[in-house]
């Protein structure tokens, strides 16, 4: 049972490139998530997904795309880096024990860094 | 969703007991308390959840006071290890997208 897992570790892009973080979990959690942490600063939502075909905003959205065709992987779309993009992204996927009980098991995280 | 405030940082000494008290004023009737630690270069780990009065689990505790506008969390004999940020989540009134992580409580533990 690896829990969350998310590819790759790091990573260097060029402005305008584009790339897919992966995450895969193995927990059957209905609900997935990814943030980002900018240095020094809490975890910002980009997206999340209640389950497979279902997804919708966070917080943060603009300049990435999500897609969840299965109930395990919750990959994040860059289509055109650009250095504000910046920052550590992590994928979670939750559980719910019911309103406003949320639990939430997060990967390790990728860190990107555009050039 | 409920604001929540801690405090920016707290410094301690192995052995010692260590409580970080989260302020949240408007909490919903339906929301419980979350609290997660993360370690450097690490995505956070839940510790503990609570809904009113206390919970512990093998990690730490969570006091709730009966009005629950605020919580705090009690770690037990903290060891160098326990060095970390620590982050009060409350509740998703109004749908997960409102899920925000605060800046968390920056906890050092010295020898």
């Known amino acids: 049972n690896a829990g969350v897992t998310q590819t790759p570790k790091f990573r260097i892009l060029k402005i305008g490139q584009s790339m897919t973080l992966q995450c895969t979990q193995d927990?059957?959690?209905?609900?997935m998530y990814w943030y980002r942490q900018d240095p020094g600063m809490g975890l910002k939502l980009i997206y999340y997904s209640v389950g497979a075909g279902i997804t919708d905003k966070g917080e943060v959205p603009n300049g990435y795309n999500v897609s969840r065709s299965t109930t395990e992987d919750f990959p994040l779309r860059l289509e055109l880096a650009a250095p504000s993009q910046t920052s550590v992204y992590f994928c979670?996927?939750?559980?719910?024990?019911?309103?406003?009980?949320?639990?939430?098991?997060f990967g390790p995280g990728t860190r990107l860094t555009v050039l | 969703l409920a604001k929540t405030t801690q405090p920016i940082s707290m410094d301690s000494y192995e052995g010692q007991e260590v409580n970080i008290t989260c302020s949240h004023n408007?909490?919903?009737?339906?929301?419980?308390i979350t609290w997660y630690q993360q370690f450097p270069s690490q995505g956070p780990r839940f510790i503990i959840q609570g809904y009113k009065t206390k919970v512990t689990n093998e990690v730490a505790s969570l006091f709730i006071p009966a009005d629950r506008k605020s919580s705090t969390l009690s770690l037990p004999r903290v060891s160098l290890s326990d060095t970390a940020v620590y982050y009060c989540l409350v509740g998703r009134s109004g749908g997960y997208n409102k899920l925000i992580f605060g800046a968390g409580t920056r906890l050092a533990v010295h020898p």
């Open positions: 408007n909490i919903a009737t339906n929301d419980y």
């Open positions: 979670a996927g939750g559980t719910s024990g019911g309103p406003g009980a949320d639990t939430q098991y």
């Open positions: 927990m059957n959690h209905n609900y």
